[in-house]
């Protein structure tokens, strides 16, 4: 019989890893992403921008060493724009 994936069980994530992030924030300001990441290794692309170009939206991937890193980089991401995933 086929198991059934837990869902409320933590996923395990084998670090060093690259993560990704989508981080949506007002146009021109994704110098303040790179000033996070600046001693990190990472890549930053935008994805698309809103309608009337006043937001756009950005695919932030960053090599983060264990889940503690991962999770303080989500924050100061979080504290800088609209809406980070």
Excluded at 49 to 60: C, G, I, Q, R
Excluded at 61 to 85: D, M, P, Y
Aim: net charge positive; with cysteine.
């Amino acid at each position: 019989m086929a198991s059934i994936c837990d869902f409320k069980a933590k996923p395990v994530i084998s670090y060093p890893i690259f993560w990704s992030y989508k981080v949506i924030m007002l146009s021109g300001d994704d110098k303040k992403i790179r000033e996070i990441l600046k001693e990190k290794e990472f890549k930053i692309s935008i994805s698309k921008h809103s309608k009337n170009a006043k937001y756009t939206s950005f695919e932030v991937s960053v090599l983060v060493e264990n889940e503690n890193q991962r999770k303080e980089i989500f924050e100061k991401l979080n504290q800088i724009s609209k809406f980070v995933l």
